[in-house]
């Protein structure tokens, strides 16, 4: 059996009095992936990369990595394995340069202090182009205020590309994006994984979903009610899996 | 907005990211605020020279300006990187007195005045500290707190001094004198230290980590802490600087007017001073900012209060005219620079 990058043993949750997480069990593969996350509010999913990422540590359960069994999992140890998170508002700065952005923080310096800008630039291009963003307009000396939603996410994308991330957790990436954008962050996506980044997304979206992602884990009230592949379902099928697990929770709650 | 041309799958990795270079046109797009400030003051001066040809066409004039100039210079590129930062400070003026202060005292009392201006570096980067500390960590807000600091600092040399001033035309001749103020040809020494204070700023913003942690600070404090942005410490650095440059500024002015004497214009000199950095390009809501723009927009200032009078108007024409400059330059500045909103 392959290793797997990430596993979760019946890790549970709660805050105070409220289950938000219920022993589940989670992975991430040893190849990379694209996982997305489904369920409906209050399902459990932030809080799910919230303990993945280091956030929120587990009531109980395990958490292993590359097989192995960590203790004291915590965000500074997540980044030191490699898992990223992209945050909601995507951490820009928006009146700098996409390399500036990509750097913030962790600068490419030379003699005291003073910042490496063309190898900046460079290595911001590289990233750019490895995710698949080519445009006659911007190059990574651009502002990106200037560049649409989509374009900032992928900005935030290759941050986390040049991070090294061996895994990327993105907290409903296209909220608040149109369709052509969401199109192109699932792009950037893709590409991510292309250069062997797997990826975590949550979505409310199951077309969306279906889309980009490769396997599909519906959280339901703290549970994973639902595990499945692109290869073993439809975007309907999973729209009626979905409509059925909503079912079954009115009668349940009746 | 132009679309953001998407790739065809087929195509790998091979396509570029990066668009065609247009020399020109990419350097005036970077550079617009330096630019514009810089194209304000030679309209300026444009207008000047045709007024009165005969005093702007000839060296009396510059040389008379270039001798109090570099204060302004010192104290207006540390100040643009505290502005940039999302700060403000507005006891400059009152700390240049303090440190000017410690240079004299301790000068007249036989310190080696290298060592007194050592000195008065240390007491403004002190009192630059004391401002950061009380903005980053105890959480005041800056406008208030350096203006408190302004009053309290004004007071303290006053109270301290008393209106008697300290001459300090005995270190004329020495060797500190002539090194910082003394003469290179026509051109007063202190216009060459603006300069490599110029530069010395202009490496600093543009090309250094520092420089670039304070626009990320400035331009999204929350972003910057997440990407592991120590924004206390960069906000307090930036006050510090400030408080250095206004030790080097006290120092200078006491040596070109050749006495410390707790009260002079503070208030004038400050609000000339903030309006050199606005007029120089640097929006106010911070993230951006220019060090040449501001050096250029303290000429701009300068020279108003000069030109005015030479060119035919009498002395009381220069608050107008300054006004007028101010609200002209930052109209300009807004008409090709939109603010970016999150």
Partial sequence: METKFLELKDTSKSFGKVSALDRVNFFIKGEPEIVALIGDNGAGKSTLIKIISGVHPPDSGEIHIQGEKVDHWSVAKARAVGIETVYQDRALVLQQTIARNIFMGRERTGVLGFVKGRSQLAEANRLMRTIGFTSKVFASDSVVAKLSGGERQGVAIARALYFQADLMILDEPTTALSLTESEKVFDFIRRAKESGTSCIFISHNIYHAYDVAERFVVLDRGKVVLETDRVHTTAEQLVKDMQEIARCNREGSA | ?342
């Fill in chain 2, 1 to 342: 907005m132009a679309a953001l041309e998407r790739k065809p799958k087929s195509q790998g990795l091979s396509q570029e990211f990066t668009r065609p270079r247009r020399g020109i046109t990419d350097f005036l797009d970077k550079n617009r605020r330096a630019l514009s400030a810089l194209l304000v003051f030679v309209i300026l001066m444009l207008v000047f020279v045709i007024a009165n040809p005969k005093v702007f066409l000839g060296t009396d004039i510059y040389e008379a300006v270039f001798a109090s100039l570099p204060i302004r210079i010192v104290l207006v590129l540390p100040l643009v990187f505290v502005i940039v930062s999302g700060e403000i400070d507005l006891s400059f003026v009152s700390n240049m007195t303090l440190s000017l202060w410690a240079f004299a005292a301790t000068a007249k009392a036989g310190w080696n005045p290298f060592l007194s201006a050592l000195l008065a570096v240390s007491v403004g980067g002190f009192v630059g500290l004391i401002n950061g500390l009380l903005v980053t960590r105890v959480g005041l807000p800056s406008l208030m707190t350096t203006l408190g600091m302004n009053f309290l600092l004004q007071g303290l040399a006053i109270g301290g001094a008393g209106t008697v001033g300290i001459p300090l035309t005995f270190l004329e001749g020495t060797p500190f004198y002539n090194t910082f103020v003394g003469r290179i040809g026509n051109l007063p020494a202190q216009m060459v230290w603006a300069l490599v204070f110029l530069v010395v700023a202009t490496l600093l913003f543009n090309y250094h980590k520092f420089g670039s942690h304070v626009c990320c600070v400035g331009d999204n404090p929350e972003s910057s802490r997440e990407m592991g942005i120590q924004t206390a410490r960069v906000k307090t650095l930036a006050f510090v600087y400030v408080g250095m440059a206004a030790g080097i500024a006290g120092v200078l002015y006491g040596l070109i007017y050749g006495v410390f004497f707790a009260r002079f214009k503070t208030g004038e000199t400050m609000l000339a001073v903030l309006a050199s950095a606005f007029i120089g390009g640097t929006p106010t809501w911070g993230g951006v900012g220019t060090m040449v723009g501001a050096f250029f927009g303290a000429c701009t200032v300068r020279f108003i209060q000069t030109g005015v009078i030479e060119a035919g108007l009498t002395g009381f024409w220069t608050q107008f005219f300054n006004g007028l400059i101010i609200l002209l330059a930052l109209a300009a500045h807004k008409l090709h620079e939109p603010r970016y909103r999150y």
